[in-house]
């Protein structure tokens, strides 16, 4: 043999100084090999191969052992930076793919769309079902206050009281609890003018400190929901005794025969107060004036002592479900306290359309407008743009026969329908249940199976779970009790 290479030490005894591992980096490895095998190696190479590494030489005499390393350390790390550089522009140039902390998903808690079934295994929950259990929740918490015979307020003075302090732009509720407030208060104010159509509705804000009107009150949603859906910013203070102030001013100008009330979206955990609230709190009671809490934060003892006082209600939301559920069950009227209930008659008119030829001005907004686009009231004759309102000349209440009608459904309510649990085809035809009375859909789905559907212990009539729905939210009468009333 030739002349060996000079080496410090054997390289086999050496242990390869391999840097930490970085992103998609190249691994390096010392591999040992002998002669003979690196020999063969070559031979089997193509022409094209890349030349073979570099050989160590291990002393004289006797059988060699000799080995190949991979790049040296500084190669390697000038080769794997490169090699980040070029994912680098490859994300850029396709969008950097976030992490997973950074990505929004379309259900943060996708853990409670799970359900056990039977045999212990979880699966996911029929979305359908789900909201019918939610809708019978809350059905079954109003059958009390919603029996027969009980007198309601169903001409309603509502304020609605948002809190837009700094507690507002917390970010537990997705994006923001504002953001949420002001999604579900609009959906909530189409229902209450739904159920309660001869009812008025203002809303007044909370912000560094101090109360402000965000708008009159008065009977027109899309007012209300114009005005809600402005910029709306959060900052500063809550102050609960200058919203209870405001509000009280504006409340207690009422006429007797109306239902004073205050729903508060509280959002803070304390109250910044230039003065006694307990004083602000007693002058709410003794105007009759009920008030309702919904914490998105935790409960607070003033919030709880406002509503005992004055006969309302305090509940706090767990979600943003929750929350939704909590303010639709303030939609329909409450039961009137004992106390603040009077039995008053009511003057009220009932306007017709003008003529199309007959050009006035609008009492509202003093505008010059034709007879087709208004209500002319039957006793002062001036053109109002909307009902129901209240004539401004004369002070008339001004409505129609179908606000009526749907405001008289309350007092006579459907009864909640009754759950009938799953059972064999051939019984659900002979209890004569095998499709829905309303829709005429079936009840047994392809595995043989009836689904869950409800009864009317009245009639005895089966409704699909839409239909129950229906019923009770929109049409308010149940159609099999009333065509049996039509036959006989």
Not at 211 to 221: A, D, F, K, Y
Request: charged share 25%.
């Amino acid at each position: 043999m030739g002349e060996l290479e000079k080496v410090k030490g054997n390289p086999l005894d050496q242990k390869p100084r391999n840097p930490k591992p970085k992103k998609r980096s190249r691994l390096q490895f010392v591999w040992p090999i002998s002669a003979p095998d690196l020999a063969s190696f070559l031979y089997c190479s193509t022409p094209t191969s890349p030349p073979p590494p570099t050989m160590y030489g291990v002393g004289a005499g006797g059988g060699g052992g000799g080995g190949f390393n991979a790049p040296s350390t500084a190669s390697g790390r000038r080769r794997n930076q490169e090699d980040e550089d070029d994912d680098e522009e490859e994300e850029a140039g396709e969008g950097r793919v976030l992490e997973a902390w950074e990505r929004a998903y379309a259900d943060d808690r996708s853990w409670e769309a799970l359900q056990e079934d039977e045999s212990g295994l979880l699966r996911p929950i029929d979305t359908k079902t789900l909201v019918h259990a939610q809708y019978r929740r809350r059905l079954l918490r109003s059958a009390a206050s919603a029996a027969a015979r009980i007198q309601k307020g169903l001409i309603r003075y509502l304020y609605i009281v948002i809190d837009l302090s700094r507690a507002a732009s917390e970010m537990d509720y997705r994006p923001s609890r504002m953001a949420i407030v002001a999604k579900h208060a609009e959906v909530f104010i189409r229902e209450f003018f739904d159920q309660n159509p001869l009812s008025h509705v203002g809303i007044v804000t909370i912000k560094d400190g101090i109360s402000h009107r965000l708008t009159e009150i008065g009977g027109s949603p899309e007012s209300q929901i114009k005005a809600l859906m402005g910029k709306l910013e959060c900052s500063g203070d809550s102050s609960l005794q200058n919203a209870l102030e405001l509000v009280h001013g504006y409340l207690d100008q009422v006429p007797s025969y109306g239902h004073k009330e205050v729903l508060i979206l509280y959002s803070a955990l304390n109250t910044c107060d230039p003065g006694d609230i307990m004083e602000t709190i007693g002058k709410c009671k003794k105007s009759k004036i009920r008030c309702s809490v919904i914490g998105l934060a935790a409960e607070i003892f003033i919030c709880k002592y406002l509503c005992e006082e004055t006969g309302g209600s305090y509940t706090v939301a767990l979600d943003e479900s929750h929350f939704k559920e909590l303010l639709l069950e303030h939609a329909p009227p409450p039961p009137a306290i004992a106390e603040y209930a009077a039995a008053n008659l009511i003057k009220m008119g009932f306007p017709q359309r003008g003529a199309e030829d007959l050009i006035s001005i609008c009492s509202c907004h003093k505008k010059i407008k034709s007879g087709a686009e208004g209500y002319i009231c039957p006793r002062c004759k001036v053109n109002v743009c909307e009902l129901p309102t209240e004539c401004r000349t004369c002070g008339l209440t001004l409505v129609s026969s179908p606000h009526l009608a749907r405001s008289y459904h309350h007092l006579f309510p459907v009864q909640p329908f009754d759950e009938v649990s799953s059972m064999h085809p051939n019984k659900l035809v002979k209890k004569g249940g095998q499709k829905c009375y309303g829709c005429q859909q079936s009840f047994i789905n392809p595995d043989s199976q009836s689904c869950l559907h409800v009864r009317c212990p009245q009639c005895n009539q089966h409704f699909c779970l839409d239909c129950d729905i229906y019923i009770h939210e929109s049409l308010h009468n149940c159609p099999g009790c009333e065509s049996q009333r039509s036959s006989s």
